[in-house]
């Protein structure tokens, strides 16, 4: 995930988080570990692995566009929020736009199906 809650309940992006800091799942509020070095993109992590299904394991492609688009987005102007949880219905976009759009990075194969319901999803929730 790039994003976690401080102690504050502030959403902090893992390439601004500070080691040595205590962070927090937005979704589960378990801890998580900021994860950062030469060969992977700054990230964080539940620190026991079995905790570890509020977010898919994503690909470090996925990070990084999602980390430039939003970039690019915010430079126009725009309210952008990377991977908000949207408690009501219990989903995690990619990319939020002025609390009303969204965008969804899709790099691996899945069901139509699962299109269809986080579509559904979003439009019960005025986006």
């Known amino acids: 995930m790039l994003v976690a809650l401080n102690e504050e309940k502030e959403r902090v992006l893992a390439t601004t988080a500070l080691r040595k ?3 927090f799942c ?25 905790e570890q299904k509020c977010f898919n394991n994503e690909s470090i492609k996925h990070y990084k566009s999602k980390l430039i688009l939003a970039q690019m987005i915010q430079q126009q102007g725009c309210k952008v929020e990377i991977e908000p949880f949207l408690k009501e219905i219990k989903q995690i976009p990619d990319i939020l736009i002025n609390n009303k759009y969204v965008i969804e990075l899709q790099y691996s194969p899945i069901p139509y199906k699962q299109i269809l319901q986080r579509t559904e999803g979003l439009k019960k929730n005025g986006i």
Do not use: D, E
Not at 26 to 50: D, E, M, T, Y
């Open 26 to 50: 937005p979704v589960c509020g378990k801890q998580v570990i900021l994860k950062r070095g030469l060969k992977v993109i700054s990230h964080f992590a539940h620190k026991h692995l079995a």
């Open 21 to 23: 800091t205590q962070y």
